[in-house]
């Protein structure tokens, strides 16, 4: 800085010391302005870690604000996502939001500067907020890196944690996975300022004991003073030379520099009043208004993902030939592999859910993740911020346990597909505890998520194909058995469709189906016809967006079955019945779904068991039309169609 008023002035990567004490002195007090002006926000927690910032953004973070896009850009993730007036403060001292923005609309309405931190900034990789997540996102922005080759990452990524979080198993499966894949490119900070909401945290400042976990779990532990400007300097210095992932372990103070609140557990998540946020910002040398040129990386360093014309060759599959979804699957995951920017992400079943297919055709974009379901969507979060389309996929019963990293994914505005196999009681004698009864209400409630659940082998082709190219989380329900294939290879399978498998316009009762139950409904439908009564079976295979018209539609008849191999909340048939609710349908509705809690025994006993196999459709419908029509009129109505075929 060469001005002699420190209030304002530019600080470029070879500032002195006292300069960067003076931008960390800023961002304090910026955090302090923006949260007490609403009168609502995290002041103290961004306090604590506004010397490892300053120190950070001024003389090693490689970033141009004013290219977001710039593929050689470092990327740093706030974990502790409530510090977020600490982030708003940085991108300010960088040019990138005004001041008057930060000061007057943080938290506000309509505002981008959101409570915790989303990418609807473009300097925003990943939404955080929810604990525990930001390191294994980074382990993914790291993985990117290496997937575009070259002997050193074309960029690094730092990561600022809190110390609360490092309870989180989710921490250790990021460091495990880190230093599994080797990502010396990836540098952890964590605040270590002994405090969380409601008090001390479970090691307070024993670094120590941080140091023993982290070096267990194969990562660098370098403990130090996070107040002391130059030991951080020296810690970032040796980050970058790292042949592994580094964790800094920096022992701060909560509402460092304000001696009234400093170190308090009265302080967490309030914003300063107005008097104390004077005496506050007084006592930190007031406000500032420097600008960090910082380091910015060559604009032609690194490549962006190429997403070429989409010109594979998929799969095909004779009609009447046996087989299961998930065999489909991996086959159209191996032709995908064409593509640079698929990568496919398993959890240690990819001999089940046969993403090996695509391990054999293209092992560099092949991620094994193990048991470890948080760390396997967490690192499809972070490569597809590096824009990369990851499948991530395990057994559809395990993806509850990554339920909230699905529901961050959304929030980060991610691009993902979810793909979950042996789904349902459909497995067989595996039993309860693998089978996905829940998975189709959770992947529903998912913001803006596609849900998708193929009947065939043709359908998971083209669904499979489909996700490649969607925008959001798309998930894909896959059944473990093997199954006829009902569609030619031809067959298109549009998003919000569906599929009328047979009907006419003198159906007496309609069957909604998807995945499995379209099989037992076809089958249902035969035994029906036999009898004289005509049904009408529709595959929902756009679970959502579902095809509202053709189902309110299709419900115009006597009676309405609809069959799904699921818990009855929140799967197919509620979706089904909002439907018909909404378009004032007034036929009497049969809903079979998985009511009991099931045990072990075949796939048909299970089905049959849970009442969604194709004589239970028939009882089903069989009593929807006798309740409906007493005998008399039901023979009278069966005379009248006999004349009518006549």
């Given at each position: ?118 990418p ?20 993914g ?17 730092w ?33 270590v ?51 592994r ?29 107005a ?21 910015t ?7 962006p993902?190429?997403v ?30 064409e ?75 991610a ?66 058995g ?90 197919l ?74």
């Open positions: 800085m060469t001005v002699n008023d420190v209030s304002t002035g530019t600080i470029d990567q070879d500032a002195a010391m006292s300069d960067v004490f003076e931008l960390a002195q800023q961002l304090r007090v910026d955090a302090i302005r923006c949260s007490t002006a609403v009168g609502s926000g995290h002041p103290t927690s961004g306090m604590s870690a506004a010397d490892l910032m300053a120190v950070l953004m001024a003389r090693h973070l490689n970033y141009d604000r004013q290219l977001p896009g710039n593929p050689g850009n470092d990327h740093l993730i706030f974990s502790k996502g409530h510090a977020s007036p600490l982030l708003y403060a940085m991108f300010c001292a960088a040019g990138a939001v005004p001041e008057d923005e930060l000061v007057n609309t943080y938290r506000r309405a309509g505002s981008r500067l959101e409570g915790h931190p989303t609807r900034l473009p300097w925003v990789d990943a939404a955080t907020g929810s604990l525990g997540q930001g390191i294994g996102v980074g382990v922005v790291a993985l990117a890196a290496r997937l575009r080759g070259g002997d050193r990452p074309a960029y690094r990524v990561v600022l944690c809190g110390d609360s979080e490092l309870a989180e198993g989710s921490v250790w499966e990021a460091l495990d996975a880190a230093r599994r894949h080797e990502l010396a490119g990836l540098t952890v900070i964590v605040d300022n002994r405090l969380g909401q409601r008090g001390p945290t479970e090691l307070e400042w024993n670094l120590d004991a941080y140091a023993r976990r982290v070096e267990a779990f194969g990562a660098r532990a370098i403990p130090i003073d996070g107040h002391d400007l130059g030991q951080i300097d020296g810690a970032l210095d040796r980050a970058a030379d790292a042949v992932p580094t964790v800094i372990l920096a022992r701060t103070r909560k509402g460092r520099g304000f001696s009234e609140v400093e170190d308090s557990p009265d302080w967490h998540g309030k914003a300063l009043p008097d104390m946020a004077d005496r506050a910002i007084a006592g930190l040398g007031g406000v500032r208004r420097l600008r960090v040129a910082g380091r990386p060559p604009s032609e360093k690194g490549e993902v190429a070429p014309a989409a010109t594979e060759a998929l799969p095909t599959f004779g009609g009447g030939e046996e087989v299961a979804p998930r065999k489909a699957f991996g086959a159209t995951l191996a032709a995908l592999a593509r640079p920017e698929i990568v496919v992400l398993d959890a240690e079943v990819g001999n089940s859910t046969h993403t090996n297919d695509f391990a054999k055709v293209c092992p560099d974009r092949f991620i094994e993740s193990y048991i470890a379901e948080q760390q396997m969507i967490a690192t499809a979060v972070g490569l597809s911020a590096a824009g990369y389309m990851p499948f991530a996929t395990t057994f559809a019963a395990f993806l509850t346990r990554a339920h909230d990293f699905i529901r961050m994914a959304a929030i980060s505005r691009n993902i597909a979810v793909a979950g196999t042996h789904c349902g009681v459909e497995i067989g004698e595996d039993g309860p505890s693998q089978m996905a009864l829940e998975d189709l209400a959770m992947m529903r409630a998912v913001h803006g998520s596609t849900v998708l659940y193929p009947a065939d082998a043709t359908a998971a082709v083209a669904l499979t194909a489909t996700c490649a190219d969607l925008v959001g989380i798309s998930y894909l329900r896959l059944t473990r093997a199954y006829p294939v009902i569609y030619p290879s031809t067959e298109e399978f549009p998003v919000g469709g569906s599929k009328v498998l047979r009907g006419s316009d003198a159906d007496d009762v309609t069957i909604f189906a998807a995945g499995v139950t379209v099989h037992e409904a076809l089958k249902a439908h035969a035994e029906l016809a036999e009898t004289g009564i005509r049904a009408c079976v529709v595959d929902l295979y756009s679970v959502k967006p579902l095809d509202q018209h053709t189902v309110a539609e299709a419900a115009l008849t006597s009676a309405v079955v609809v069959a799904e191999d699921h818990h009855p909340e929140g799967g048939g509620e979706a089904v019945l909002a439907t018909l609710a909404d378009h004032g349908n007034q036929a009497p509705v049969a809903h079979l779904a998985v009511r009991h809690m099931p045990d072990s025994r075949t796939p048909a006993e299970q089905l049959d068991a849970a009442g969604i196999s194709a004589p239970h459709i028939v009882q089903a419908v069989r009593r929807l039309l006798s309740e409906r029509f007493p005998e008399s009129e039901m023979k009278e109505e069966s005379h009248d169609r006999e004349q009518v075929a006549g």
